[in-house]
C-alpha cells in the first residue's frame, strides 16, 4: 500500500510538470504579445519593446521556463504581468468563489436529483417518470450559459430579491457572522447572489444525477435483498429509504466527485455570464492577455486539485472496499 | 399597537441607515489592471484613479483646461516653460500635506527609462521638472510638442514617500476626494469618502466599483436597480427603449474616438487611390450609424471630432455611392479582387466587417472576414516586418488634440502609421502643428489643410465618429459624462444619491 | 502494478455500474427510435440545408435589425419570411438555424471522429503492447486529462488561432484521453481472452490481433461514448464560440449566432433563444440515441455470458 501511494504521488508529480510544460509552450506559441495587448490599440511600438526588455520577455523560453520553474519549485508563482500582483494572490482571491459555487451547484443538484431519481424509479414507466426523464434528457442538453442568460433575463428582472450578477461577501464568513452574532442579512444576501449561477451550472448535474439515480435503485430492487425485505411484508417506502437508496447512491457519490473537480475549471462561461468573481474567469481574461504566469500558475493550481481528489478518491476506494487491491 | 411601534422603529432604523451609509454603486466595463498611473495604461484603471488621486489639472467636459491641484498655471514667454502654482493645505489621505517635490518625483520616475512607465513618449518634451519652492514647480520644455498640457492633465501625482513602494498599484494613496478601501478583483473596489478632501467632503459615503465585462448582465442589473451609474459600452440597440424609460437617465456626448478601415498600402492593388476611394464610397456609413449603432455616434468624416475648432468642415465626404465605386474600379483596371478584412471579436465591428462583405459582394469584390482574438490580430497588424493584412478595422479614441490624433497614425515616422502611409507634405505639416501653439489661427489653418491632404489621400476609410454613452438612475444628481472616458468620473464626489 | 493503470481500475467503476443501470424496454426502444429519428430529420436539414432556408440567409436588411418573431401564419396564410424574427444585421434566424445545423453536426462529426481514431489508437498501443509504451501513453493522456477541457481547449484555440477548425482539433484533443482510457480498458480485458490466445496461437501478426480480434469486440462501449460525445463537442463549439473563438462569418454556427445575440437580449431575446434551442434538441438527440445504444449492447454483452 505505501508503496502504491508513493508510486502515485511520482507520477502526480510528474503529471504536473507535463501540465506546466505544455501551458507554457501553448501559451508561448499564441500569438499575441502581453505588452502590445495591456497597451491596446494605440501602443507606440518603443513603449513595447522597452517593456518587454524591462519585464525579461526578451530572453529565450527556455531560460525562461526554467527561470518560472525554479521560482514555482519555491512555492513562487511570479507576478501578473497585466496586474501587478503576485499569481498566488490572485488565484487565492478566485479560489474561494469557485469553490462556493461548485458546492453550490452539486448540492442544489443532490438536493434536486435524488429525490426526483427515486420518484421516477418507484413510477416506473407512468407519466411521472417520462416526465422527469424528459426534463433531465432537456437539463444536460442544454448548454449551461444559455440557462444562465435565459435565467437572467426573466427570472433575475422579475423577481427582486434576486440579483442579476455578482457575488456577495464569502458565504463561510457570512455564516459565521450568522452562528456568531444571529444577523442573518449576510448570509442571506450571500445565498441570494449563489443562486441562480448554482441552478444555471447545477441543472445538468441535476439532470444526470436523476437519471444515475433512476436507473441505479432499479438495478438495486430487482436485488434478492431487496426482494427479500418486500416480502417481509417491509413497507414499500422504507425499502426504498432504508435498503435500496443506501445502496442505489454511491455511482451518485461517485459521479458528485468527479463532476467536482470538473466545475473548478469547467464553469467559465456561466461565471463570465453572471460576473461571478471565480478562477475560470481569470484564465480565460489571461489568456486572452497572454499573461503567462497567470496562466500557467493558475492551471497548474487547478491540476494539482484535480489530480489530489483523484488519488483520494482512488485511495478511498481501497478503504470503502477492500476487494480492490493494490499490489 | 405595540407591535407597530416596533415595526416603525425597526422602519426608522433601517431608513436612518440608508441614509447615513449612501454607497454609490458604479458599473464598469472592465476591472482595472492597476491603480499605479505610472504604468496602467487602460482607460478602466484611470476611471478608478481619478477619484483618489488626481493631475495638476483636469480637462473640462468641453475640453478646456481646470485646476486641479495646482490653482493657476502660466506659460514663458517664448513657450520654453510652465510655471503651476500649487493649491496649499492639500493633503494626502496618509495625512502628509501635497508640495511641488510630489510633482517632480512623478514626472521624473515617468521620464526614467530604467521604469516600466507605460507611456513616457507622451512626455519626452519635458526637459527637467524644477522645484521652484513646495507650492511652484516649473518644466523646461523642448518645444517639440505645444501640446504637453493635455498629457500633464492625464498624468495623477503619486505620493513621493510611497511611490516605490511595490503595492502602490493594489493600495494607492492620492489626494482624491475618495480613500482606497479595499479591492477583491473582478468582484469590487471599495472606496470611502475622505474627510479632509480639499475641494470639500463627497456627497456619498462609499463608492462601490463593479466589473461586469457582459455588456447584457450589465445593462440588466443596472436596469433592475443593483447599479448607480454607468459608462461605456452600452449596447446600441437598447438605447432607444432606455430613452424612453423615465427610471433612467440617459446621457450622451460627442467622443473623442473613431472607427476606421485601414488600406496596407504595401498590397498593390490598395496602393491605387481609386480602390481605397471605391472602398469609402461601399461603406455605408449612415446606414450603419443608424442601424448597427442605432443612432449612437456620427457618420465617420475625418480624425478630427467634428465637435472641436480644428475641424474641418469644407473636406469632400465618401457618400455611399456602390455604383460609382464599381466605376472607380473599373476605372482602376481592377477586376476579381480578392482581399481580407481583419477584426478583432467585437459584435459592433463583426456586424460592420459583415455588412462591407456584403456590399462588396454585390460589386463583385471578395471580401474574407478574418475575426481574430485581440492579442493574435494587434500582433497581425502591428508587426510591420510581416504586415501580413489587407484591410483592418480599428478605433482610435481619446483625440483630446488633432495632434494626438493624426501625429502617429499619419506621419511616415509615426509609431502606428502600420499601412506604410506617407505623404511628404503631410508630414511637414503636422511636424510644423505640434511646435505652434494649440490656440493660435496658424495651428488651426495647418490642422485644417493636413485633414483635406489626408481626405484626399484616403488612406483611412472612416466608418463613424464615436459618442459616449453614460446611464444612471433618476435617484442620482450630479454626474455629467466626460468626453474623454477615462475621466468621467473626475468629479464623482459631486454626485448625490437620494434613495 | 504501475501507477496509470491502477488509476484506471477504480475510476472506471462509475461508468461500468451506470452502464448496468437499464431503462425498461419500451422506453429503450424509444430513445434509439427518438433519437435516431431527430438525427434523421438534422441530417437531413443539414444536407438540403440551401434548399429548405425560407429567406436567403446571408441576405443583410439593416432595416430589418432585430425584427420580431411573425409566426408561421400571418393573416391567415402560410409565412415564411422572418418566421423566427431577424438578427442584428436583419437577417432571417430561421434560415440561419437551417444552415447551422451543418456546422454543428460537422463539428461534432469531425471533433468526435478525430479522438475516436487517435483514442482508439492510443488506447489500443497502450493497452496491447503494454510496458513503457503503455506508461507513456497514459502519463500523457494522465496529463491532458489533469486541465480542465474547456481551458485546454481554449489555449489550444488561442495558439492555433481561433476559427473553426481549430475549434474542431482542440476539441478532439481534449476529448482523446478519454476514449484512449476506455479502449484501453477493453483491450486490456480482450487481451487475454481465450479467442485471443487461439489467434495468437495460429501465429497472427500482432496488427492483425488488435484491429481484427480485438478492436472488433471493443467497438460497442467506443460507439457508445462517441455518440454521447457528439453532444458535448456541440456544446463545446458553441462555449467556444460564445467566448468568440469558434466559427467566422460567412460560416453559421449556432454559438456564434447566439453569441453575438445575446447583446440585445432585453430588446431581441429571440436572437439569443432560438439558436439555444437548436443546441439543446440536437445534444438531446444524440444523448437518447446513446443512451439507447447503452442499453442495447449492454443486454447483448449480458446475453452473450
Not at chain 2, 467585437?346 to 466587417?353: F, G, L, T, Y
Not at chain 2, 475575426?371 to 501580413?388: C, N, S, V
Request: net charge negative.
Amino acid at each position: 500500500m505505501l508503496k502504491y501511494v508513493l508510486n502515485r504521488v511520482f507520477g502526480l508529480l510528474i503529471t504536473l510538470l507535463g501540465v506546466s510544460v505544455i501551458v507554457f509552450m501553448l501559451v508561448h506559441m499564441s500569438p499575441g504579445d502581453p505588452i502590445r495587448i495591456m497597451l491596446g490599440e494605440q501602443a507606440r511600438p518603443d513603449d513595447v519593446e522597452r517593456l518587454n526588455r524591462l519585464y525579461g520577455f526578451d530572453r529565450p523560453l527556455p531560460v525562461q521556463y526554467v527561470s518560472w520553474l525554479g521560482s514555482a519549485l519555491q512555492g513562487d508563482l511570479g507576478t501578473s504581468i497585466r496586474q501587478q500582483a503576485p499569481v498566488l494572490t490572485l488565484i487565492a482571491e478566485r479560489l474561494p468563489a469557485t469553490i462556493e459555487l461548485a458546492v453550490a451547484a452539486l448540492l442544489l443538484a443532490v438536493i434536486a436529483g435524488i429525490p426526483l431519481g427515486v420518484l421516477a424509479a418507484v413510477y416506473r414507466n407512468t407519466p411521472i417518470d417520462i416526465a422527469s426523464m424528459f426534463l433531465s434528457l432537456v437539463g444536460v442538453a442544454a448548454p449551461n450559459f444559455w440557462v444562465g442568460l435565459l435565467l437572467l433575463s426573466t427570472v433575475a428582472m422579475s423577481v427582486t430579491w434576486i440579483p442579476v450578477f455578482g457575488r456577495g461577501d464569502p458565504l463561510l464568513a457570512t455564516f459565521w457572522t450568522f452562528v456568531t452574532s444571529g444577523n442573518p442579512a449576510p448570509l442571506w444576501d450571500s445565498l441570494r447572489h449563489l443562486l441562480l449561477p448554482a441552478v444555471a451550472v447545477g441543472t445538468s448535474i441535476m439532470a444526470l444525477i436523476t437519471r444515475l439515480t433512476r436507473s441505479s435503485l432499479l438495478e438495486v430492487l430487482r436485488l434478492d435483498f431487496v426482494r427479500t425485505a418486500t416480502a417481509k411484508g417491509v413497507h414499500n417506502s422504507t425499502v426504498i429509504s432504508k435498503h435500496a437508496l443506501r445502496n442505489a447512491l454511491l455511482p451518485v457519490v461517485t459521479i458528485v466527485g468527479v463532476q467536482f473537480g470538473a466545475l473548478l475549471g469547467g464553469a467559465i462561461v456561466t461565471e463570465v455570464v453572471f460576473a461571478w468573481p471565480g478562477i475560470g474567469r481569470l484564465i480565460v481574461d489571461s489568456i486572452s492577455q497572454r499573461d503567462f504566469p497567470v496562466v500557467q500558475g493558475s492551471i497548474l493550481m487547478l491540476a494539482a486539485v484535480f489530480v489530489l481528489a483523484n488519488l483520494l478518491v482512488d485511495l478511498s476506494y481501497s478503504l470503502i472496499n477492500p476487494r480492490i487491491r493494490y499490489d | 399597537m405595540k407591535l407597530s411601534r416596533i415595526l416603525i422603529a425597526l422602519l426608522a432604523c433601517l431608513l436612518a441607515g440608508s441614509v447615513l451609509g449612501q454607497r454609490l454603486i458604479v458599473g464598469t466595463v472592465a476591472e482595472a489592471s492597476d491603480l499605479d498611473p505610472r504604468t496602467t495604461y487602460d482607460v478602466y484603471s484611470y476611471q478608478r484613479m481619478y477619484p483618489i488621486m488626481e493631475p495638476l489639472i483636469v480637462l473640462d467636459t468641453d475640453l478646456g483646461y481646470r485646476p486641479r491641484l495646482a490653482h493657476s498655471w502660466d506659460f514663458a514667454e517664448d513657450g520654453s516653460q510652465v510655471t503651476f502654482y500649487l493649491r496649499e493645505g492639500v493633503r494626502f489621505h496618509h495625512g502628509r500635506e501635497f508640495t511641488a517635490d510630489d510633482v517632480k518625483y512623478t514626472f521624473d520616475w515617468v521620464l526614467n527609462p530604467e521604469n516600466p512607465a507605460a507611456n513616457p513618449g507622451l512626455y519626452e518634451d519635458i526637459e527637467l521638472v524644477e522645484v521652484v519652492d513646495p507650492y511652484t514647480v516649473t518644466f523646461h520644455l523642448t518645444g517639440e510638442n505645444a501640446f504637453i498640457l493635455n498629457y500633464i492633465a492625464r498624468l495623477h501625482i503619486v505620493p513621493a514617500d510611497l511611490g516605490d513602494d511595490p503595492s502602490f498599484g493594489s493600495a494607492p494613496v492620492g489626494t482624491g476626494a475618495f480613500e482606497f478601501v479595499s479591492w477583491s478583483r473582478d468582484d469590487r473596489m471599495i472606496l470611502k469618502a475622505f474627510e479632509e478632501y480639499w475641494d470639500g467632503r463627497a456627497k456619498v459615503d462609499e463608492v462601490e466599483f463593479r466589473p461586469i465585462t457582459e455588456d447584457s448582465t450589465r445593462l440588466l442589473a443596472f436596469e433592475a436597480g443593483e447599479l448607480d451609474i454607468y459608462h461605456g459600452q452600452v449596447v446600441p440597440a437598447e438605447v432607444p427603449r432606455l430613452e424612453g424609460d423615465d427610471r433612467f437617465v440617459v446621457q450622451r456626448v460627442t467622443g473623442l474616438g473613431h472607427a476606421y478601415l485601414g488600406f496596407n498600402l504595401r498590397n498593390e492593388e490598395l496602393a491605387k487611390p481609386e480602390v481605397r476611394h471605391a472602398f469609402s464610397h461601399l461603406l455605408p456609413r449612415e446606414a450603419i450609424v443608424e442601424r448597427v449603432y442605432e443612432g449612437v455616434g456620427t457618420v465617420g468624416t475625418g480624425p478630427i471630432s467634428p465637435d472641436t475648432a480644428f475641424y474641418n468642415p469644407d473636406i469632400p465626404t465618401y457618400e455611399y455611392d456602390p455604383e460609382l465605386a464599381r466605376e472607380l474600379l473599373e476605372q482602376a483596371g481592377v477586376e476579381g479582387l480578392t482581399l481580407r478584412l481583419h477584426t478583432k471579436e467585437n459584435p459592433v465591428r463583426m456586424q460592420i466587417a459583415e455588412v462591407l462583405q456584403f456590399e462588396a459582394a454585390n460589386i463583385g469584390i471578395d471580401v474574407e472576414i478574418h475575426i481574430e482574438e485581440f492579442g493574435a490580430f494587434i500582433d497581425r497588424i502591428m508587426d510591420t516586418d510581416t504586415a501580413d493584412f489587407d484591410i483592418f478595422i480599428l478605433g482610435w479614441s481619446g483625440n483630446v488634440d488633432p495632434n494626438y490624433a493624426m501625429y502617429e497614425l499619419f506621419h511616415s515616422a509615426g509609431g502606428s502609421n502600420f499601412i506604410a502611409y506617407g505623404n511628404p507634405d503631410l508630414d511637414e505639416l503636422l511636424e510644423t502643428g505640434r511646435r505652434l501653439p494649440p490656440d493660435s489661427e496658424e495651428s488651426v489653418a495647418v490642422y485644417k489643410e493636413a485633414q483635406a491632404i489626408l481626405m484626399a489621400d484616403a488612406p483611412f476609410a472612416f466608418i463613424n465618429n464615436t459618442e459616449e454613452v453614460g446611464l444612471n438612475q433618476s435617484w442620482i444628481s450630479g454626474w455629467e459624462i466626460h468626453p474623454y472616458t477615462s475621466a468621467t468620473y473626475q468629479d464623482l464626489h459631486l454626485i448625490e444619491k437620494k434613495r | 502494478m504501475t501507477s496509470t493503470s491502477a488509476a484506471q481500475g477504480p475510476t472506471q467503476r462509475p461508468s461500468r455500474s451506470r452502464r448496468k443501470g437499464r431503462l425498461p424496454k419500451a422506453l429503450r426502444n424509444m430513445n434509439i427510435v427518438l433519437g435516431g429519428l431527430l438525427i434523421a430529420v438534422l441530417v437531413s436539414v443539414a444536407i438540403f440545408a440551401p434548399h429548405l432556408t425560407p429567406m436567403d440567409p446571408q441576405q443583410q436588411d439593416l432595416w430589418g435589425r432585430h425584427e420580431a418573431p411573425r409566426g408561421l401564419w400571418v393573416n391567415g396564410a402560410l409565412n415564411t419570411e422572418y418566421v423566427l424574427g431577424g438578427d442584428e444585421l436583419g437577417r432571417d434566424v430561421l434560415s440561419r438555424i437551417i444552415m447551422g445545423t451543418r456546422v454543428s453536426l460537422l463539428v461534432g462529426l469531425i471533433a468526435t471522429g478525430l479522438s475516436l481514431v487517435f483514442g482508439v489508437l492510443f488506447g489500443a498501443i497502450a493497452g496491447y503492447v503494454g510496458g513503457r509504451v503503455d506508461d507513456v501513453i497514459m502519463r500523457v493522456m494522465d496529463i491532458l486529462l489533469a486541465m480542465p477541457g474547456i481551458l485546454l481547449a481554449i489555449a489550444i484555440v488561442a495558439a492555433l488561432g481561433a476559427n473553426i477548425v481549430n475549434a474542431m482539433l482542440a476539441i478532439a484533443v481534449v476529448r482523446i484521453p478519454t476514449m484512449a482510457r476506455l479502449v484501453r480498458s477493453e483491450v486490456l480485458a480482450l487481451r487475454e481472452s481465450e479467442y485471443v490466445e487461439a489467434a495468437r496461437a495460429l501465429g497472427a501478426s500482432h496488427v492483425r490481433i488488435v484491429f481484427l480480434h480485438i478492436l472488433r469486440n471493443a467497438w460497442a462501449p467506443a460507439l457508445v461514448l462517441s455518440t454521447l460525445g457528439m453532444g458535448t463537442a456541440i456544446v463545446a463549439e458553441a462555449s467556444l464560440s460564445f467566448l468568440g473563438l469558434g466559427t467566422q462569418p460567412p460560416d453559421i454556427s449556432w454559438g456564434r449566432m447566439l453569441s453575438v445575440g445575446r447583446e440585445a437580449i432585453r430588446s431581441a431575446p429571440h436572437v439569443t433563444l432560438y439558436p439555444g434551442v437548436a443546441i439543446t434538441l440536437t445534444v438531446l438527440a444524440f444523448s437518447l440515441l446513446g443512451d439507447g445504444l447503452r442499453d442495447l449492447f449492454d443486454n447483448r454483452l449480458k446475453d452473450r455470458k
